[in-house]
Nanobody, 121 residues
Framework: QVQVVESGGGSVQVGGSLKLTCVVG?????????VEWYRQAQGKERELVSS???????EYADSVKGRFTISQDRAKYTIYLQMDNLKTEDTAVYFC??????????????WGQGTQVTVSS
């Protein structure tokens, strides 16, 4: 099991910024499976926010495009999520999930404990 630890959550007002950090254990292998940020708002289902793979190719949910930026420093085993122009709809617990393959499919993840982001008006 690879340890995954998120940090950087907090409370901000609408329009503010926050940077989340995800540190994964050094035994983790970065691959095309990638590392992802998910979020889960109170009473709602978990949703994929952003993902990044070994060559730094990034993808974003439509709801955060232009506002969030994912990046990584593989030498430091660290993945970031820069969150700008935050909206109340961004309020959620944010989880980092480090993907790995089983049976040649990228369908498994090592999960962090989550970090709370609260955006108020």
């Amino acid at each position: 099991q690879v340890q995954v630890v998120e940090s950087g959550g907090g409370s901000v007002q609408v329009g503010g910024s926050l940077k989340l950090t995800c540190v994964v254990g050094q035994e983790y292998h970065f691959t095309t499976c990638g590392v992802e940020w998910y979020r889960q708002a109170q009473g709602k289902e978990r949703e994929l926010v952003s993902s990044i793979i070994i060559d730094d190719t990034a993808e974003y949910a439509d709801s955060v495009k232009g506002r969030f930026t994912i990046s990584q420093d593989r030498a430091k085993y660290t993945i970031y999520l820069q969150m700008d122009n935050l909206k109340t709809e961004d309020t959620a617990v944010y989880f980092c999930a480090a993907g790995y393959s089983r049976r040649n499919k990228c369908d498994s993840h090592y999960w962090g404990q989550g970090t709370q982001v609260t955006v108020s008006s």
